[in-house]
Structure formats: structure tokens, C-alpha cells
């Protein structure tokens, strides 16, 4: 029965670490989908902008939809100075937009498990195609 003795406390302590990493775990996670989830939002208005950079002229003259590129990627950009990610890119391909966009989301408690990793990027795309409705 003397041989039990203290046996709790040693699986108490396992257990709060094991919870403390599990925590961290969690609370990096929730930073990195939220890192994402921003960026997702950010990169989906830079494309509706860019979407929206429309010749008049073509379009009055009864010619369809034609985009302006520079004008696209000046849109774009100008929805993304808000909140600058890391690295975007816009192209212009026809009447389609593409915005692509990266950025580093911190590790805040992971790294005191893990001391290599301390940053996670996050990527993101959206595309628009500006349409005519009666």
C-alpha cells in the first residue's frame, strides 16, 4: 500500500502537461485559421475591386465586358494596402481576375514545444468575373 504513495501526483503532472500542450496546440491553431479566414476576406474584396475596373467606353460602344488590367491591378492593390499581406499577386486573363495573397501567421506557445517552427504562412485565392445583369 506504501508503494502507491505519490503515484497521483506524478500523473497529475502528465496530465497538466499534456493539457498544456494541447492547449497550445489549440490557440495556434485558432491564430493560423484566423490568420486565414482574414486574409480569405481581404484577398476576396481586392477581387471584387479588380473585377470592377471596367472600360466604359467598350462597354457604352455595346462591345461586352472589357477589363482594364492596369486598372485591375491598381484596384486590387489599393484593397490591399489596407491590411498589406506579405506577398500578393493579381492577374488579368480576359474578362477573369485572380488574386492570390500570402502572409506568416505567428506561433505564439507552440514554439516553446516545438523550438524550430515559429510562424505558419497562410495563402489565398480569389477569383472574380465581372457580368452584365439586366
Given amino acids: 500500500m506504501s508503494s502507491d504513495r505519490g503515484s497521483i501526483t506524478i500523473w497529475l ?5 499534456l493539457l498544456f500542450g494541447l492547449g497550445a496546440v489549440v490557440l495556434d491553431l485558432w491564430s493560423v485559421l484566423s490568420a486565414r ?27 461586352g465586358i472589357v477589363l482594364v488590367p492596369v486598372g485591375a491591378r491598381a484596384r486590387a492593390a489599393g484593397v490591399l494596402a489596407a491590411d498589406p ?12 481576375v485572380t ?3 500570402r502572409t506568416s501567421a505567428d506561433l505564439r506557445l507552440l514554439p516553446l514545444l516545438l523550438p524550430a517552427e515559429s510562424t505558419v504562412t497562410v495563402r489565398a485565392e480569389a ?3 465581372p457580368e452584365l445583369r439586366p
Fill in 37 to 63: 479566414v482574414e486574409l480569405d476576406a481581404l484577398v476576396d474584396s481586392a477581387a471584387i475591386a479588380a473585377a470592377s475596373a471596367l472600360d466604359e467606353e467598350a462597354l457604352r460602344a455595346g462591345e
Fill in 99 to 101: 488574386v492570390t495573397a
Fill in 85 to 96: 499581406p506579405d506577398a500578393f499577386a493579381v492577374s488579368v486573363v480576359g474578362d477573369e
Fill in 13 to 17: 503532472l502528465g496530465l497538466v502537461l
Fill in 127 to 129: 477569383t472574380a468575373v
